[in-house]
């Protein structure tokens, strides 16, 4: 079935620092989304990619699809506190599969 | 509010006891999911309803646990002889369903929160 790893699990930045989480699955995706939960809160969904190498921004945000459908990233420039939270990436609501990354989650120290 | 609602938002139910859990998707959207999170994990799918038909299950979903949607509207999630290990919020999700790969983006709602002592 369908794997989907996120990397780094977690991670420490301090504001102002950027921050990038990568996620890789074991097969082609149709697409990807990506998601940000809150500490307490439930997942809010961010963006969806479709295209290989598809590039997206929103404001200090940019999310990417790799060429081969097969990876993506989230980079966020200059964290603010507002961005703590756990990023998630998944699932490929293309395909049967629906799983979603393990998480990456972000602290930003002030 | 259009969102995706879930009730009862918090339940704490004593080691035996049966719960159930209903979800009204947004109301355009004719896939519904059920997905399962704890602590520091990522949100585990349990299984989605395209319209009224259960398409898919987990094989995380242990004979204890029935999901419905009858008319192809809200959903209900049963737990029936809960045990401490079933402690998690349980989130559910819909999504529009179209044949092109883009635009079935899966919007939760603020999850249940079951505590079993």
């Known amino acids: 079935g369908q794997q989907v790893m996120q990397i780094p699990q977690y991670q420490h930045v301090q504001e102002g620092e950027d921050f990038t989480t990568y996620c890789n699955s074991s097969?082609?995706?149709?697409?990807i989304q990506w998601y940000k939960q809150r500490p307490g809160g439930h997942p809010v969904f961010l963006i969806q990619?479709?295209?290989?190498?598809e590039v997206k921004k929103q404001k200090r945000l940019t999310f990417q699809f790799g060429e081969a459908k097969k990876n993506s990233s989230l980079h966020i420039t200059a964290t603010q506190t507002t961005d703590v939270g756990t990023y998630f990436c998944g699932p490929d609501t293309g395909r049967r599969a629906l799983t979603f990354g393990s998480g990456t989650r972000l602290q930003v120290q002030p | 509010d259009t969102g995706v609602s879930q009730d009862p938002r918090h339940k704490i139910t004593k080691r035996g006891q049966n719960v159930t859990f209903r979800c009204d998707p947004i109301?355009?959207?004719?896939?519904l999911y059920w997905y399962r999170q704890t602590l520091g994990q990522g949100p585990e799918f349990l299984t989605y309803?395209?319209?009224?038909?259960?398409?898919?299950k987990s094989r995380l979903l242990s004979d204890r646990f029935s999901a419905e949607r009858p008319k192809g509207s809200f959903s209900t999630l049963e737990i029936q002889r809960t045990e401490q290990g079933d402690s998690a919020m349980y989130l559910c999700a819909s999504s529009p369903y179209r044949l092109r790969s883009s635009g079935n983006t899966i919007y939760f709602g603020e999850g249940s929160w079951l505590t079993v002592v």
């Open positions: 097969t082609t995706l149709s697409n």
């Open positions: 109301s355009e959207h004719n896939r």
């Open positions: 990619l479709v295209k290989s190498g």
């Open positions: 309803f395209q319209n009224e038909a259960q398409l898919e």
